[in-house]
């Protein structure tokens, strides 16, 4: 069986724009009431990074234009209302600066395992420590016990790893089997332990198994495929809006890159991961059943995850998602609905991948 979990990165534009009402609060509420129709259970990965900056914003200058009130209402529903929050941060945001258009961020702290032990454990327990004290009097028995890093970044991994572990956090969701990245974020995940299986984390790197491993990697769901399989008119909805609000920095990256390398990128393959904004589905479906025969290898339940952004969940991704939850709702004896929460931990550490 496969216990799936869908993830919702929830944060404004990666550069900088947008307003959290139109980006982060409204299509949250429209997901949990989609959601809640199939018996579907919501992870929202909450950027605290950029919640806590908002409130800066607020008691700087009285104004609470980012809703900053708003967000906090709105996480506190979604514990109430039994789905999940676990922790995102992109650090970029921590000491960003509002320019009356857009946050600058601070690039010199965007990659966040490159951020020394003391400073990313500080920030870890800065963040965790706000949606503990912001969740609990909902929910008394809420941990912050998950976490992603902004831009999947976990390599290097010593520092981050050891100061999610001293933080305790249990489990690091941010790794892509397949993925990579070059630029102002550097990753490759192309040695993941597993696509599927999580694993305990080594302190040396982030993809390597360790049995005594105290952070469990429970990996977001990845097929090493052509461009091709990644059509979908939401994915070229994704695109468009990358274009409208590009991070500068990323696109001085592609650019030095040339016409060739270009060229060479559409023969490559790449990491298709199951994203509820991008895929339609037909996709999802297909994805959800080629996972479903590589689990059934490990004669255990294997948690699946998805991913998402709130700021992307559009009326007609709303439209494309609904059959796959009705798919996922109508296979009980297959398939459940779950979160971070409901994974055995010890259990987890003990699956070895065939």
Known sequence: MLRIIITVDYEIHGNGEGAPQSLMVEPTDRMLDLFERHGAKLTIMADVAEILRFQQHVTETGDDRFG????????????????????????GYV???????????DYGEYDFARLDYHRALNLILLC????EDTLRPVR???????????????????DVVTALVAAGIAIDTSVFKF?????????????????IVPWPVSTRDVCAIDP?????????YAESRWVGAFFSTLRLRR???????????????????????RLAWMFQRHAWKMDINQCDSRQLIGGLRRAEAKAAAVHRTLPLVLIGHSKLFSRANERRLEPFLEFVEKQPGRFRFGTFGDLDLKELRGVVHP
Request: hydrophobic content about 40%.
């Open 140 to 158: 008394p028995e809420y941990a912050c016990i998950a976490f992603r890093a902004g831009n999947w970044a976990m390599q290097p991994s010593h």
């Open 212 to 220: 005594s491993g105290q952070l469990v990697e429970v990996p977001i």
């Open 239 to 261: 695109v468009l809006m990358s274009r409208r609000h590009p991070v500068g920095e990323e696109v001085a990256a592609t650019a030095a890159g040339g016409r060739w390398s």
């Open 68 to 91: 900053a009130s708003s967000i906090v209402e709105q996480l506190r529903r979604v514990i109430a209302r039994g789905h999940d929050v676990q922790l995102h941060v992109h650090p």
């Open 128 to 131: 965790k420590t706000f949606l």
């Open 95 to 105: 000491r960003a600066v509002w320019d009356g258009a857009r946050w600058r961020q």
């Open 179 to 195: 993925g990579r990245r070059s630029g102002p974020v550097c990753f490759d995940y192309a040695a993941a332990w597993s696509d």
